[in-house]
């Protein structure tokens, strides 16, 4: 962390400071809060913070990690590292808890970018330090989240100085692996979950859970209708008329199930079925 902090206060050489003013716009007040900026020996800004939002935006030309340019955005709580290739795609961002001295910052994560072919449709990788998890994120060309998948680095001992992670070699565990689906109206479809769990110190897996959410969109003035699924199995079921009139059927296990009728958003019918056969009806005011 010492590199940063030593590479701002070797460019910058000019600097200057405002008294808070305000100004007059008819009868309104505007108050401008004060502020400080650092110039580079080329006389370009180099940081600009204002009190009030105790934030400061600083740009530092060259990185000696990356052939092209480096923006860091500072706070009391938190210092952001966004380093860009020399085409300006980002390739990766560094995340840092702040502390009185630069030498008592701590990393919170990493997130690196890949692109295909330098289009619109990214990779993303996040490792986060302070849980203990490494995720990754697949978008489309829309900028549509499609896949996340998380895992367990516990017992990898990564250190925040490892700036370079070979990710094919990792032995990470997946605990988490979301999916999703779009029509062409970029209206979600589909959205599952599964989540996996393991043996205790091991990589063998102890259990696994899924669930989906499926949605259709019949009528252009209701919500989706929805049908929920947990391990493959129906649990819910919910199909719009309009947008406060709906019917709700929660399944059980043992062919046992609940039809809610839902009128202008207040419960107005509930029957309970066992194996298609109607056991007991409620009205509701």
Known sequence: MADVTADVAADAETSGDSEERTSSDSDNKVKIPKYEYILDESNSLHIHSYEDENVEYLTVN???FVEGRTVVIFSKQNL?????????????VE????AEKAADYKIKKKIYYEYEDKGLAYKTFEIDYEN???TEYVYSEKKLLLEKTEY????LNIKPEDRTIDRNKMQKKMIYYYLYKYDEKERILMESE????????????KKRNTRKN???YIRVDCPPSKTFFENDVLRLKIVYTSKKDYVQNVYFDNDTYVRTEFVNARKHL?????SGEEKLRRTYD
């Open 132 to 134: 203990e998890l490494y």
């Open 95 to 98: 995340i840092w808890k702040t």
């Open 62 to 64: 060259k990185s000696k």
């Open 194 to 205: 599964t989540h996996l769990e393991y043996y205790k110190n091991s990589v063998r897996e």
């Open 214 to 216: 499926i949605y259709e």
């Open 152 to 155: 367990d680095i516990k017992d």
């Open 270 to 274: 509930e029957v309970f079925y066992v």
């Open 80 to 92: 952001k590292r966004f380093y860009y290739d020399k085409d300006f795609y980002l390739e990766h």
